[in-house]
């Protein structure tokens, strides 16, 4: 039975505040498509897998906010886990190997700089109390910048080809749980450990993980490049001996 005329009001967005959460995932989506296709990678199975990926990170969102907060709500980094999970399984399930997380980095980023205004337009997550007392930091405005900076260098390093594939994906996770430390201390939420929140310590986990197969990617690529030449040059030189092999030469 299709929806009621009133029902289906019902699913269309009216506040300012949740027109931007619909852009971000239409950002998102796009910035999703342009690097599938500039991949070659346009095809059923890797969009049925960012549809997993969109849904095992809004569980993951709302998760680790209930368990971290108890009460309703996202958690931006509970997301970026639950979707990385369920992108790790699904891949496992239907046998894609060739590396995606280049295509969600972009797709992440893009999403989230526009999503953060949603945050500041809805009025929540702002920041701790600026030094008048009065106003707060906002802090929704400084990710969605952050996030818009760490876009920018994706999209130089991808238009210079700097990194083998999958090694955007690294480089986002490197530089947003970086910024992410950073932009914590004009956040809301308490230390848990030496002046730390859960947040940073999880900030500081990720960048080690992040930064450190990302060092890995970058010197095996540059491993690559030198070594490429090398190989080269014995290949040219047989292609020019055999340019000039006389008959006899098979022989000798």
């Not at 971000?24 to 796009?30: I, P, Q």
């Not at 369920?86 to 700089?113: C, H, Q």
């Not at 859960?198 to 900030?203: E, K, L, S, T, V």
Request: overall charge positive.
């Amino acid at each position: 039975m299709p929806p009621s005329p009133l029902q289906l009001d019902a699913l269309i967005p009216r506040s300012p505040s949740a027109l931007l959460y619909v852009l971000a995932y239409l950002v998102g989506t796009a910035a999703f498509a342009l690097m599938a296709r500039r991949r070659g990678m346009a095809t059923g199975g890797v969009w049925s897998l960012a549809v997993v990926a969109l849904l095992g990170g809004l569980v993951g969102a709302n998760l680790a906010q209930l368990l971290a907060t108890g009460s309703p709500g996202k958690s931006v980094l509970g997301g970026v886990a639950g979707g990385y999970l369920s992108v790790f399984l699904y891949k496992r399930a239907i046998g894609l190997r060739r590396p995606t997380g280049d295509l969600f980095a972009v797709a992440l980023m893009a999403g989230e700089s526009v999503g953060r205004w949603g945050c500041y337009v809805g009025g929540c997550c702002f920041g701790r109390l600026a030094p008048d007392g009065v106003s707060r930091y906002p802090a929704q405005l400084f990710l969605s910048a952050a996030c818009a900076a760490i876009l920018a260098v994706l999209v130089a390093a991808e238009r210079r080809r700097v990194l083998p594939e999958n090694g955007l994906f690294f480089l986002q996770g490197t530089l947003y749980a970086a910024a992410r430390f950073v932009i914590e201390f004009y956040r809301t939420a308490d230390p848990v450990a030496l002046g730390l929140t859960a947040a940073q310590w999880g900030c500081l986990a990720a960048l080690l993980f992040f930064g450190a197969v990302l060092y890995r990617l970058a010197r095996r690529s540059k491993t690559a490049e030198a070594v490429a030449p090398q190989q080269a040059v014995p290949a040219a030189c047989a292609r020019g001996r055999s340019a000039f092999r006389v008959p006899g030469d098979a022989l000798g």
